[in-house]
């Protein structure tokens, strides 16, 4: 089966997922976290990638993130792939393939999803029963959007405007941030945000998946998949 054709829409976030080959370890020191930090951060610099959360589990990582170009993604997994591929298996003394094929995407409705999206991410290492809480996992964005932490892992992340809304200043944000996580992501929202992730469809309300659509050469969505829940259609950059 020919690959579908993945959407593309600078200016538009994007939640990506990379996998181990095999569901295989891809971090298996500190080290290897903070090697694939740093290149991650030089290229995403480079290609004008705007990084506004993450998770990096043993296995894969998530990102959720806004291109600034059209191969603004492309480029920046094509880079950090094969440098962290040459590290890992010197380091290791290993060979051949690292990662689970090309890397999984969907263009997020950020009206409609994109805070929901960002929780889904953060929300990772408690869905694996690694942590308790998304505060206790260092390797993801939850210190920076939710507690305001600056450092090595967060400094470098770039706030989307959907959360920049949610208050007047950084402490008014990150508090209204922590208590979405009051309230558990929905069954339906955990099922439309894997699908969509896994199979290359619009993440979002039926008027902006029919506007991706007009942008696009394909369906923006599975014909066997149901009207998506009922929110405000508009659409905020697309």
């Known amino acids: 089966m020919a690959r579908l054709p993945r959407y593309v829409i600078p200016g538009q976030p994007q939640h990506i997922i990379q996998r181990g080959n095999n569901r295989q370890v891809i971090f298996a020191a500190e080290a290897d976290y903070q090697f694939f930090r740093d290149a991650l951060v030089e290229a995403a610099s480079t290609h004008d990638l705007a990084i506004h959360a993450y998770v990096w589990m043993s296995n894969h990582i998530h990102l959720l993130a806004t291109p600034g170009s059209g191969n603004s993604i492309s480029k920046v997994f094509q880079s950090v792939g094969r440098r962290y591929v040459q590290y890992f298996n010197y380091t290791y003394a290993r060979s051949g393939t690292l990662w689970e094929g090309r890397y999984r995407a969907t263009v997020v409705d950020s009206e409609t999803y994109l805070l929901t999206v960002m929780r889904y991410i953060e929300l990772n290492p408690v869905r694996a029963g690694m942590v308790a809480h998304p505060r206790d996992y260092p390797w993801s964005s939850y210190a920076f959007n939710a507690q305001g932490e600056i450092g090595p892992n967060t400094s470098w992340l770039k706030p989307h405007a959907q959360y920049t809304r949610l208050g007047k200043n950084a402490e ?15 069954g339906q929202d955990l099922t439309e945000i894997r699908e969509s992730t896994h199979k290359g469809w619009a993440l979002g309300s039926e008027r902006f998946k029919m506007q991706v659509e007009s942008l696009a050469d394909r369906r923006s969505v599975s014909k066997g998949v149901g009207r998506p829940r009922k929110q405000d259609d508009r659409i905020s950059r697309i």
Request: proline content about 0%; overall charge positive.
């Open 172 to 186: 008014n944000r990150q508090s209204v941030y922590r208590q979405l996580f009051r309230a558990a992501i929905s």
